[in-house]
């Protein structure tokens, strides 16, 4: 989120009218048509300082920033799939539903990968199995020392290629 | 992205630029910030720092003008807050509706 952006908002905000009102009632409409990017998941509240009162919002503690889900990156170049970040329960459904449709070799590039739960790897299963069916290949490559090592715990070096 | 950062810079600059008397000076914009700096390393500070907003300031060493008051509002992870300053244009256009 840009300062420059979000300051001529405000700015305007505070001069007209019935842009300040639209901003009160649909912040999230008001700041997509400006540029601004939000997750769905989230909300916006606009919160209104008066002359003799302002607002000043705690941003979340340290701890519960760890806490929060790390958004998962990823790119598709022809058939090679490069993720990065975490592979979990949460960033696993950013991805899943482009997957699930897939009819043709994969290969996913690991090496920023740095995370995988049981749900990330519920998922390649799943991927693979899918394909697999249709007679194409899912390869996974370049895993990170801890990544593969959860592979090879709960036994899946022996179904994907890794 | 640190958005509250960014809100609280656009706030402070917006008060500064507009010559507002009754906004902590650059000096204290200072202070203010160890005192959220406490906010996120302490819990019982954050609880007092919402609870009673003044009072613990002041003890801090931040004294609002008399008359004015804050709010603290905790980010949660579900909800972006954009606190925005008072309105201070004209409220005519109500005729069009």
């Known amino acids: 989120m840009s300062k420059e952006k979000l300051q001529k908002i405000i700015q305007r905000a505070t001069t007209d009218f019935d ?66 970040g975490r592979l979990d329960s949460y960033t696993v459904e950013q991805i899943r539903e482009t997957f699930l449709g897939w009819e043709k070799d994969i290969s996913f590039d690991l090496k920023d990968l740095t995370y995988i739960s049981s749900a990330g ?26 990544v593969k090592n959860v592979f090879v715990l709960g036994g899946f070096d022996k179904i994907f290629k890794i | 992205m640190d958005l509250w950062k960014t809100v609280t810079e656009v706030l402070g600059d917006y008060y500064s630029e507009f010559g507002r008397t009754n906004i902590p000076k650059p000096k204290s914009r200072e202070i203010f910030q160890k005192i959220l700096d406490k906010a996120q390393k302490s819990l019982n500070f954050r609880k007092k720092l919402i609870s009673s907003p003044v009072e613990t300031l002041a003890q801090q060493g931040f004294k609002l003008p008399r008359g004015f008051s804050l709010k603290f509002i905790e980010e949660t992870k579900d909800t972006i807050f954009i606190p925005i300053p008072p309105f201070i244009g004209d409220k005519n256009p109500k005729e069009s509706e």
């Open chain 1, 19 to 84: 842009y300040r009102k639209r901003l009160i009632q649909e912040p999230r409409e008001v700041l997509i048509d400006e540029g601004f990017s939000i997750p769905p998941e989230k909300k916006v509240v606009i919160l209104e300082s008066t002359d003799d009162m302002f607002y000043v919002v705690l941003p979340l503690s340290e701890k519960d920033k760890k806490a929060m889900p790390q958004p998962l990156e990823y790119t598709i170049e022809d058939d090679v799939v490069y993720l990065k």
């Open chain 1, 121 to 146: 790897l519920s998922f390649f299963l799943r991927i693979h199995k899918q394909l697999d069916q249709a007679g194409h290949k899912m390869g996974l490559l370049n895993l990170q020392p801890a």
